[in-house]
């Protein structure tokens, strides 16, 4: 028979608490010496600790486990801490101040449980069940896999984490009432780790102060009051905002605040009035201080009080006009005093944490996996032809972008799936806050309704006869382990959207197994599955070109073994198939009978050369149209990992990842060079997905002296864009044909980035073109033919 384990459930205590717990002191890897225990006093008068003890079990006890414990004294105050001492280890550096009452108990840094104990005498229960039972317990905190704990056990801790109470009023549930974070111990001088100060009175503009780092950062404090405006219940961030009420006059510093309590969800009410007491963090995500983010004032290891209820909360101040500029520069930004009149960051910044309210704005990055979406404030800013903002260039980040997340459960409202274009209608408000994924962010308590903008995807013209269709399509890390409708859709997209290109230079395909770490290379499976699903939705039988890199060493997704490939239709174009090519080989030009050729085909370009570590390598195919060889190159250039965000504290952001681009860009550079060496008159057409801006110094140095075009540069301003991110329609993706080819016809393809429902994160591109026969004459009389066919096309 199975037998369900219940969890401690005494009376909840309404005094002395534990407050924090700590198993890791002395370890490896951390910075306190030794462990500890921290009580509290949420009640409203001194309790007595003389006769009781602090006491300590492993995590699964056994029939032989026997409890250890510490002797208290002396009292607790209300309000206040009192520290207990444990056993202390080789490593660490920071010693805990002065402690309340000493043990040298060696607590687990993992898991364990602590009781606080109206007795000195030993425990002997060893179960949930039998805690409870015991009334000498006066509180009980079970934490990682604890077979004894109230309810449900408080998160695991290590070395450098310890399990904090982060409900002022116990429930009775260790999982609830507390949650991981970094050890704070406090004693009942309020000092704290190293013997720090007692904790300073302060108001929240205090701690948020001038710039962008709190003055207090890393200080104690008490006696912050405000009133609770929004709840996070939900994730690994949960917490509470609260805001001040009684605002100062300085149009720099915020009136708002975010309490941290980790895991566990606070127990308060949206309308409470609260007096909190915590630690100033500046947090910068995985506590990295080499961070190129911008940090989050926030309070951590809080406890509070409530001093009523219902409150009305503070007005949200409406977002109007925004700064004409966007950050001030210089570096790191963070000491810099805010100038919020002048630059929209530093505007945003000195609204951190406090409600705002935007109304009738439009969309501008769609829904994504993340349930979030960007609207614009500004909307008037760079506008796309279908109603996204461009991304025109280093020095016009589009100030007026806001990203918008919802704190409504979705049970009471499913967030919303949006596309570019839509109209956000109506009012949205709640408290604004700053993350390193897409800035800053309106978290909605209040989210307005959603009018569509009609946008559709697009669909381009069919090839005429003459006239060759060459595609490129990022595929994002397709692999046979995708669900069927993921290459149903993108193939309805080369059938119905791009009309069935004769080649296509596809990015993003996976080894046969995905993500399989196991060495397989080989993406034949991949292939099949997807020219399968095209002639399923009515196309051609494309036939598939690609070469197998070595196991693990072009980047993407480990044991995913990403690499560019072509697709080409056998009834409108061969492929030149010459033996050799293999990951390593490189491919040579060579000449054959006054004509450029290929020594391997297909063939990767200098695949050693340093510019291709970790990046997919080029790979170049030699195909034949009616008689004429075109060159063709599928591409994809190393990520922008590594740079520093356009909305973080380093400005101008350092763009780190654009010189292993520039040397690709050089490398490929170099092979167009030498087919143009052999003849000027070459049919060339590089695609795929560069990872770079139009405007950037690596396609700068592609098409310097104008040996190769960017067609990108050949659209409208407001259509030149293949992707959104962050709410900028920009451009990644890129085809570049040399001069050669006559009746270049260039179109991108909107089908999948403005759009919450995406096959891809990438909109595809087809060029349409006829390729010279070297032979001027020639040329003319086929474009003469291809005059006659497009006069006699019927019309609309």
Same mark, same amino acid.
């Given at each position: ?35 500890? /225990? ?8 001194? /309790?007595?600790? *003389? ?7 492993? *995590? ?25 001492? #444990? ?23 993992? *898991? ?8 000195? %005498? ?18 009980? +905190? ?69 710039? $962008?780092?709190?003055?207090? @950062? ?8 405000? +009133? ?45 009035? /609260? ?16 961070? *190129? ?47 919020? @009149? ?9 609204? =951190? ?8 704005? $439009? ?8 349930? %979030? ?46 596309? +570019? ?27 307005? #309704? ?7 995807? %697009? ?23 995708? %669900? ?22 596809? =990015? ?147 763009? +780190? ?9 050089? @490398? ?27 405007? !950037? ?62 096959? !891809? ?36």
């Amino acid at each position: 028979m199975l037998v369900a384990v219940p969890g401690a459930s005494a009376a909840p205590s309404q005094d002395v608490l534990i407050g924090e717990v700590y198993g890791g002191g002395g370890n490896s890897g951390a910075t306190l010496t030794q462990d500890f /225990v921290e009580l509290t006093n949420a009640g409203s008068a001194p /309790v007595s600790l *003389a006769g009781w003890s602090v006491q300590y079990l492993p *995590a699964a006890p056994s029939a032989s486990s026997r409890w250890q414990a510490t002797a208290l004294s002396g009292s607790v105050q209300p309000g206040r801490a009192y520290l207990v001492s #444990e056993s202390k280890g080789a490593g660490g550096s920071v010693e805990l101040p002065t402690p309340d009452a000493v043990g040298s108990i060696a607590m687990a840094a993992g *898991a364990g449980t602590v009781a606080l104990v109206k007795s000195t %005498e030993l425990l002997t229960c060893l179960t949930a069940a039998d805690c409870a039972a015991d009334a000498r317990i006066h509180d009980l +905190v079970g934490y990682g896999n604890a077979t004894v704990r109230e309810t449900a056990p408080a998160p695991g801790t290590a070395s450098t984490t310890s399990s904090a109470r982060v409900n002022s009023t116990d429930t009775d549930n260790n999982s609830v009432d507390f949650a991981t974070g970094a050890p704070s111990p406090l004693n009942a001088a309020g000092q704290g780790p190293g013997g720090g100060i007692p904790p300073v009175s302060a108001k929240i503009h205090d701690i948020q102060g001038v710039t $962008r780092v709190s003055p207090l @950062a890393g200080k104690k404090v008490a006696d912050v009051t405000g +009133v609770v405006t929004a709840i996070r219940a939900f994730g690994p961030q949960r917490g509470f905002w609260f805001q001040d009420t009684a605002v100062d006059a300085d149009p720099r510093t915020s009136e708002g605040l975010f309490v941290l309590t980790g895991t566990a969800t606070p127990n308060i009410k949206v309308g409470d009035a /609260v007096a909190v007491a915590g630690t100033v963090k500046e947090a910068l995500p995985n506590d990295d201080a080499n961070s *190129a983010f911008q940090s989050v004032t926030e309070l951590t290891g809080a406890t509070w009080t409530v001093s009523s209820a219902g409150n009305a909360l503070p007005q949200a101040e409406t977002i109007g006009s925004l700064p004409a500029g966007y950050v001030p520069s210089g570096g790191n930004i963070d000491t810099l005093e805010l100038r919020p @009149a002048e630059y929209t960051l530093d505007y945003f910044e000195s609204r =951190e944490n406090m409600r705002v309210a935007v109304s009738d704005v $439009r969309v501008v990055g769609p829904t994504t996996e993340f349930n %979030e979406f960007y609207v614009t404030l500004r909307p008037n800013e760079n506008p796309t032809a279908r109603g996204g903002t461009l991304y025109t260039g280093y020095d016009q980040p589009n100030p007026g972008r806001l990203k918008v997340m919802s704190l409504i459960p979705f049970s009471q409202r499913p967030f919303p799936k949006v596309n +570019v274009n839509d109209k956000l209608t109506g009012l949205t408000e709640g408290p604004l806050e700053y993350s390193n994924f897409g800035g800053y962010t309106l978290q909605a308590t209040t989210l307005g #309704e959603v009018a569509g903008g009609g946008l559709q995807p %697009e669909k381009t013209r069919k090839q005429r006869s003459g006239e060759l269709a060459i595609g490129t399509y990022n595929v994002e890390n397709l692999d046979p382990g995708d %669900e069927q409708t993921k290459f149903d859709r993108l193939a309805d997209g080369i059938v119905t959207n791009l009309a069935n290109p004769d080649v296509v230079a596809l =990015e993003e395909i996976q080894d046969d197994n995905g993500g399989t770490n196991d060495g397989t290379v080989s993406a034949d499976q991949t292939l099949r599955k997807f020219t399968d699903a095209i002639v399923a939705k009515g196309g051609p039988r494309y036939e598939w070109r690609q070469i197998n890199p070595v196991n693990n060493t072009d980047g993407g997704e480990p044991g995913g073994n990403i690499r560019v490939a072509f697709i080409f239709n056998p009834a409108r174009v061969s492929f030149v198939d010459r033996a050799g090519g293999d990951a390593t080989t490189p491919v040579q030009v060579v000449t054959q009978r006054g004509r450029p050729a290929l020594s391997v085909s297909p063939g990767r370009i200098d695949p050693a050369s340093e510019a291709w570590n970790s990046s997919r390598k080029p790979l170049a195919g030699e195909f034949l149209f009616q008689g004429r060889k075109v060159f063709v190159v599928a591409n994809h250039f190393n990520s922008k990992g590594g740079d520093q965000s356009a909305h973080g504290r380093f400005q101008p952001p350092s763009r +780190v990842s654009e010189q292993q681009r520039i040397k690709q860009a050089i @490398a490929l550079r170099g092979f167009v060079d030498s087919v143009l060496a052999v003849d000027r008159k070459a049919n060339i057409v590089l695609a795929g997905d560069l990872n770079d801006y139009q405007f !950037s110094p690596a396609l700068a140095e592609l098409t310097r002296g104008g040996a190769v075009k960017d067609l990108i540069d050949t659209l409208p301003a407001n259509q030149r864009y293949t992707y959104v991110f962050e709410g900028n329609s920009q451009v990644l993706d890129h085809t570049l044909t040399s001069k050669a080819p006559r009746g270049v016809d260039y179109d991108v393809v909107h089908i999948n980035a403005e759009f919450a429902g995406q096959a !891809s994160d990438h909109d595809p591109q087809v060029v349409r073109l006829r390729p010279s026969t070297g032979d001027d004459l020639l040329d003319a009389l086929l474009d003469l033919l291809d005059l006659i066919e497009q006069l006699r096309a019927p019309r609309g």
